[in-house]
């Protein structure tokens, strides 16, 4: 029986120029007994590189009838769904494993970052205009909260125990700490210099990292 890989692509800002440079890209396998993720390799590889190994366009999807300017995509824990939020349209498209668009859902103004949760219950999505931090039922695409947080909140990840989240609100020159359950601010710490995004180590999910145990 053949075996089936698949590989997670991020982009890495490696000249620290707030740029991306290149791809990190990690090969891993699907263990049958819990659908975990397993990790086998992973290497960078900067654009150029990039474009000369793997210049084969899968799929094109256009967005303009739902919204424009697509800014976070993620994929679900299990492999099944992509997401992708669209700044210019309010709205984060649910896409199935061959990128078919599946519906589309709501949100406040000017949606950005998006992730699972680590158990790909529900979804978090950072609505900068909104300055709100939402959240969504993975399965029903209900809402479940919208939480109150600063200016031009891009980017966030979960602490590697899962228990918060950390939000970047660049605007507001802060990072807004959030407990995971009660999905309540629980303080906020000064950051200079307009923080864009946050990831932690070890890695865990967020709107720009992505692990699984």
């Known amino acids: 029986m053949t075996k089936k890989f698949y590989y997670l692509i991020e982009s890495l800002d490696i000249n620290g120029d707030k740029n991306p440079d290149g791809f990190l890209i990690t090969k891993y396998k699907i263990n049958k007994k819990n659908n975990d993720k397993i990790f086998l390799v992973s290497k960078y590889v900067t654009f150029k590189n990039f474009k000369k190994k793997y210049n084969k366009l899968l799929k094109t999807v256009k967005t303009h009838k739902y919204g424009d300017r697509p800014r976070g995509i993620k994929v679900s824990p299990d492999g099944k769904t ?14 199935d494993k061959n990128f078919k668009v599946l519906r589309a859902v709501d949100t406040g103004a000017a949606p950005y970052g998006i992730a699972y949760d ?6 978090f999505v950072a609505v900068n205009k909104a300055k709100t931090l939402e959240v969504f039922n993975a399965k029903t695409y209900e809402k479940i909260k919208d939480i109150p947080t600063g200016n031009r ?7 590697p125990d899962d ?8 605007k507001s020159n802060a990072l807004f700490v959030i407990d995971a359950e009660k999905l309540d601010v629980i303080k906020q710490i000064e950051i200079k210099n307009m923080p864009w995004g946050v990831i932690t180590y070890p890695k865990s999910m967020g709107s720009i990292d992505t692990a699984i145990k």
Do not use: D
């Open 82 to 95: 992509y997401l992708a939020t669209l700044e210019y349209g309010n709205k984060f498209l649910v896409m």
């Open 118 to 123: 680590r158990k790909g219950e529900r979804i």
């Open 153 to 159: 909140c891009w980017h966030f990840s979960f602490t």
């Open 163 to 170: 228990k918060q989240v950390l939000l970047s609100c660049g």
